[in-house]
């Protein structure tokens, strides 16, 4: 599923969007060929992204990029058929290729013409290079240069054995297990959830005390109407009894309702009080998890020749044990950073008027309610300008993009998967693998990090993290009359989205979102719970992210936010899918803490397997839902986006599926009066979608067209054997046929 809006997008606009993600394809496909040059798999997908390409670029009249996605298209179905071996030579010309695409997708339009003109040599060498490898290596007695042997060797980490004595307290010691301690304060969490209910008690009895004001004045107003029409005394006194029957009761209703709220303060105080002693039991001083850190560093620094000094800061800060666990890792990766990106030689030390002795300092506090840790050095500190550099060398952005960015964005470039500013490689850095896995257990643990850093003088690191693991910030929803809690750390917003802003995209929900187009999903299909409520003109939408992803998420309603004790799961039960752990509501109700990594994971998993639910949209014309539906399957973007205007802008509604297994499953889970299908396609071609459609007996009734570039009268016959009721090639595509087409095979858009 794609996250930007194609909708306004000119042809050349969406070729260069197909290439950039078809460049990507390429590189990473390449890149894998070089650790296994024979691996089937990545020859397919390679063939695939050089032919969609070919295809797209011979739909907006791009020659130069269809003569070089051609040339490679054939030099990866040699290599498919055996007749070739690309070794790292041979791959480092496809490379080239893929940088020539690229040039050619960011020329501007006007500028196209004259481009190609102008580095017609560039292209001609390029495809007459492969063209050559392709003739010398087909030829008998043709040599291909075999690549040398690659010997990876394994990373080591540095490991320090810990060794100390025990340190030695006045207090007396008594050995509790763990599971113990965690049974404690379930326990204590379960009697803080149970005293937080007296408190909807003691409102509802406030409700009793007003209907019993309510009932004295409707005795003393009957009283006096009657006292106007009967003078019998005897009525007047029963009537005199009961209305100071009710003061009575009202009077000890109130008395009783006072007491009611001392013992409601003075349990809920006793609660608190037990489970902050139960939460401290859990609690190690901070020195618990660093004690191995000075020989960590002394070792790490006489190997890279440096000397440096390791400062501590708040030892005896508490933090919960699980907690620190989880941070020994993300620490340790931080450490190394410092000491080998950070700290300089003791030579640049003295050069740059610094002692020849560097300085690393950790320090934990507690700040606002959470766990600060910081880890800062002394040293060279990230140039941003050298940042810069590194992060349009690597081709996480443009150059345009990255001068306008502030320092702050740039250092969120440290923490991506594969990024290093280290131009060797040691045993401690130069792989881009460190800081991306810190921000990961960052993230586990619901906290943050960030970076801060000045030329010269030094970096810092900054976590911020929960306290305790023991008790999570959640956002409270309803989904299916089942309360569930969103943690915080996850969501990006929250926000009543009126139904009027849902766009489709193909045949995806969306909206916008701070200049993005986010996906939209019902929480009810991920977790199976029923349907979506649809009252009312907004939907209560949480917009979550995990590793790059986002989507907005649709609940019944907003219960308002909770901080909810965490009560793991029976281990027995195994890991349930989009659930990370349980919770007592305040009315003692059981409720799940949701797993918003887990539950993006599942979203993925269901736009790749089939079509999402849609949220109802109110507004919905009579007319506007019976039109006629078309599904449109085909591998190219380019060619989904031209075909889907076309139809659409001529009344069909339209929808897109990305190839033939996208498509069979929007068969089977929607109504449609058309397919139209392109023939080769990843997962399942458009030949073997034709034929289950028409073996099915639900959808053997379905009209389906065939759009291919293969115009051989036997991949046209292949196409009407298994079913297919017209077959149109691409190369004489025109507006104009493909509408007429359709209107021979289901007629007018509308009944």
């Not at 298209?73 to 030579?89: H, N, T």
């Not at 850190?293 to 400062?311: H, T």
């Not at 931080?334 to 300092?361: F, M, Q, T, W, Y």
Request: proline share 4%; charged share 30%.
């Amino acid at each position: 599923m794609s996250g930007e809006d194609f909708s306004n997008l000119s042809l050349a606009d969406l070729f260069r969007t197909e290439a950039e993600n078809q460049a990507k394809t390429l590189t990473e496909g390449l890149l894998a060929l070089e650790r296994d040059n024979r691996s089937a798999e990545q020859l397919e997908i390679l063939m695939r992204a050089a032919h969609s390409l070919k295809g797209a670029a011979r739909i907006v009249d791009l020659n130069a990029a269809v003569q070089v996605a051609h040339a490679m298209e054939d030099c990866f179905v040699a290599a498919q058929r055996g007749k070739i071996v690309l070794e790292p030579p041979q791959i480092d010309l496809l490379l080239d290729g893929v940088d020539l695409l690229s040039k050619i997708a960011q020329t501007p339009e006007a500028e196209a013409a004259r481009w190609e003109s102008e580095q017609k040599g560039e292209i001609d060498t390029f495809v007459d290079a492969l063209g050559r490898f392709l003739e010398r290596a087909q030829t008998p007695g043709g040599e291909v240069r075999k690549a040398e042997p690659v010997f990876l060797s394994s990373d080591k980490e540095v490991m320090t054995e810990h060794s100390g004595a025990a340190l030695l307290r006045n207090d007396r010691v008594l050995r509790v297990t763990a599971d113990h301690l965690n049974r404690l304060l379930g326990l204590a969490g379960e009697s803080l959830v149970e005293s937080r209910r007296l408190t909807p008690f003691a409102d509802s009895l406030l409700r009793l005390k007003r209907q019993h004001g309510d009932l004295v004045r409707l005795v003393d107003g009957l009283r006096e109407a009657l006292s106007a029409l009967d003078r019998n005394e005897q009525t007047q006194m029963r009537l005199l009894a009961i209305q100071n029957k009710a003061i009575e009761c009202r009077e000890f209703l109130s008395d009783r309702l006072g007491e009611l709220e001392v013992f409601d303060q003075r349990s809920t105080n006793l609660s608190h009080r037990l489970y902050e002693e139960a939460l401290a039991c859990r609690m190690r001083p901070f020195a618990d998890g660093t004690h191995g850190f000075p020989r960590l560093v002394r070792d790490v620094a006489q190997s890279l020749g440096k000397k440096v000094r390791l400062e501590i800061v708040g030892e005896t800060v508490s933090v919960d044990r699980d907690m620190l666990e989880k941070l020994e890792a993300p620490l340790t990766h931080l450490l190394h950073n410092a000491l080998d990106h950070g700290i300089e030689s003791p030579e640049d030390r003295h050069r740059a008027g610094k002692p020849e002795e560097g300085l690393v300092r950790l320090d934990a506090r507690h700040n606002a309610g959470m766990l600060q840790v910081t880890i800062s050095d002394d040293g060279r500190g990230i140039d941003p300008e050298t940042l810069r550099h590194a992060v349009v060398e690597r081709k996480f952005t443009a150059a345009e993009t990255a001068a306008k960015m502030s320092e702050a964005e740039l250092f969120e470039f440290l923490f991506l998967p594969g990024f290093t500013m280290k131009e060797t490689v040691t045993k401690l850095s130069g792989r881009g693998v460190g800081l991306d896995v810190v921000q990961n257990m960052i993230k586990q643990a619901r906290g943050t990090a960030r970076v801060f850093s000045e030329a010269g003088k030094g970096t810092r690191f900054q976590l911020q993290l929960p306290l305790t693991l023991s008790v999570v910030r959640t956002l409270l929803v309803e989904i299916g009359g089942e309360p569930y809690a969103f943690p915080l750390a996850y969501i990006v917003r929250t926000l009543k989205l009126p139904k009027a802003q849902i766009e489709v995209l193909e045949g995806r929900q969306h909206f916008r979102f701070d200049g993005k187009q986010i996906g939209l999903v019902t929480a009810h299909q991920i977790l199976g719970c029923g349907e979506p409520s649809s009252q009312g003109d907004d939907l209560p939408v949480i917009v979550v992210e995990s590793r790059g992803h986002s989507f907005g998420v649709v609940a019944d309603r907003f219960l308002g936010e909770r901080e909810l004790v965490v009560h793991p799961l029976d281990p027995r039960l195994g890991k349930i899918k989009d659930v990370s752990a349980g919770a007592l509501m305040e009315d003692g109700s059981p409720g799940l803490i949701l797993d918003v990594e887990d539950l993006v994971q599942s979203i993925d998993k269901l736009i790749s397997s089939g079509p999402l639910d849609k949220v109802s949209a109110q507004g919905t014309s009579a007319v506007a839902k019976k039109k006629k539906r078309v599904l449109i399957v085909d591998d190219s973007l380019t060619v989904r986006e031209l075909e889907r205007k076309l139809l659409g802008s001529h009344g069909y509604e339209v929808e897109a599926a990305v190839d033939g297994m996208d498509g069979w499953n929007a068969v089977r889970t929607g109504r449609f009066d058309l397919v139209i299908s392109d023939v080769d396609m990843p997962r399942m071609d458009g030949i073997e979608l034709v034929t289950l459609i028409k073996k099915d007996a639900s959808t053997k009734a379905l009209p389906v067209m065939i759009v291919s570039y293969k115009d051989h009268e036997q991949d046209r016959q292949r196409g009407l054997e298994a079913g297919a009721d017209y077959y149109l090639t691409k190369g004489s595509f025109h507006d104009e046929t493909l509408l007429h087409a359709v209107r021979d095979l289901i007629g007018e858009p509308n009944p």
